[in-house]
């Protein structure tokens, strides 16, 4: 029993792990950018201009 | 001081993810554009807010499904998957401004009673979240394209009421060069907006339970999520009251990790056996395997 739950404990840190990877590399790939460019400037759909 | 403590965090956390005070000074600059803008913050916070120190992640994945060439949304998939690994929908509870916002409207005293949905309304509606994620995030805003080869955010422009209360109002009222651009779809959104917290004053947090995208992924890591809600089964004693005093209409008592579950804990004080805690899964489960040997009887003593 033991087992089955370290190895739940287990898979969800290996998929955590997995997801900050790919948020790393995406950052890497320059996504971080390409969100910077939005929020740094206003965002006419979000407040409703359009 | 610990009953309002998910209060206390709930305001901090707001205060803090939007402490950029020059932004909301007439005439100075409308928006904080540092170099945390490149991040996230975990819940609903628009990123045209004038305080805001960081990005919205519902707008962030829009913004880069938006983008000519298209490619998968690793940055921002990536921080929200590992966020709703780590907590599920904790941060609906504990860390979203517009969460704690539609509470304190919720608190508010009316001659009316509040509105219970019945459910077979409530269950179909839940699964609104879901079809606002998968179209209006993730669907429209990759394929949709307009003549420009832009893409557009539709879930920002035609339905987000966090982005016209914390963008749209603000930056209108601080901006004149604004309040001449605004038309149909201004108004589209203020009445959206109205609805919102006016049906926040009869039903709890009616955006998070039936349109909230964010509220929708996070949801989908509750059952695998590092931090979860434990029932001791050898504690409990089936009296009901943690599903009673769930607004969130869960019944933690038959279903801890549900998806509905924004992990306020208000079970978990209700609870008069302490049945129900937070947990790092495995760690729990080992202790209550360790309890199940010992005897006991107190089940159902409660309830005579």
Redo the contacts between chains.
């Keep these: 029993m033991k087992d089955i739950h370290s190895r739940s404990v287990f898979l969800t840190l290996l998929l955590i792990l997995a997801a900050v990877c790919m948020s790393v590399l995406g950052a890497a790939a320059g996504e971080a950018e390409s969100v910077f460019g939005k929020a740094a400037v206003i965002c006419m759909e979000c407040i409703g201009i359009g | 001081m610990a009953k309002h403590l998910r209060k206390i965090i709930q305001t901090g956390w707001g205060l803090l993810t939007n402490a950029y005070v020059k932004g909301f000074l007439p005439g100075g600059q409308?928006?904080?554009?540092g170099?945390l803008?490149?991040?996230?913050v975990p819940g609903m916070n628009?990123?045209?807010c004038p305080g805001?120190l960081?990005?919205?992640p519902v707008?962030?994945l829009q913004?880069?499904l938006n983008?000519r060439h298209r490619?998968?949304?690793?940055?921002?998939?990536?921080?929200l998957?590992?966020v709703g690994?780590?907590v599920g929908r904790f941060i609906c509870g504990w860390l979203c401004l517009f969460g704690l916002l539609q509470e304190l409207l919720y608190m508010i005293p009316v001659p009316i009673p509040k509105l219970d949905i019945p459910d077979k309304i409530d269950r179909p509606l839940r699964r609104l979240k879901y079809l606002v994620l998968s179209v209006l995030v993730i669907g429209l805003p990759l394929l949709y394209r307009t003549k420009y080869g832009a893409g557009?955010?539709f879930f920002?422009?035609y339905l987000?009421p966090v982005?016209?209360l914390q963008?749209?109002v603000f930056?209108?009222l601080l901006?004149d060069t604004?309040r001449p651009?605004?038309?149909w779809?201004?108004r589209?959104?203020?009445l959206l907006l109205v609805l919102c917290l006016l049906s926040s004053v009869l039903i709890y947090r009616p955006f998070c339970k039936y349109i909230c995208p964010l509220g929708a992924f996070y949801s989908l890591f509750q059952r695998?999520?590092?931090i979860r809600i434990r029932l001791d089964n050898n504690k409990c004693v089936d009296c009901g009251i943690c599903q009673r005093v769930c607004e969130m209409n869960v019944d933690p008592h038959k279903d801890p990790d549900s998806a509905e579950c924004i992990r306020c804990g208000e079970c978990m004080k209700a609870c008069p056996m302490h049945a129900l805690s937070f947990s790092?899964?495995?760690k729990h489960?080992?202790q209550s395997?360790d309890e199940k040997s010992k005897p006991t009887c107190r089940r159902r003593q409660h309830q005579m």
Excluded: D
Aim: charged fraction near 10%; aromatic fraction near 16%; include cysteine.
């Design positions: 409308t928006l904080y554009t170099p803008k490149h991040f996230c628009c990123y045209s805001a960081g990005a919205c707008g962030a913004a880069v983008e490619r998968f949304p690793a940055y921002v998939f990536g921080y998957a590992a690994l780590f557009v955010p920002c422009k987000c982005g016209t963008g749209g930056q209108v901006n604004l651009a605004l038309g779809l201004f589209w959104k203020m695998i999520s590092l790092i899964i495995g489960k080992r395997e």
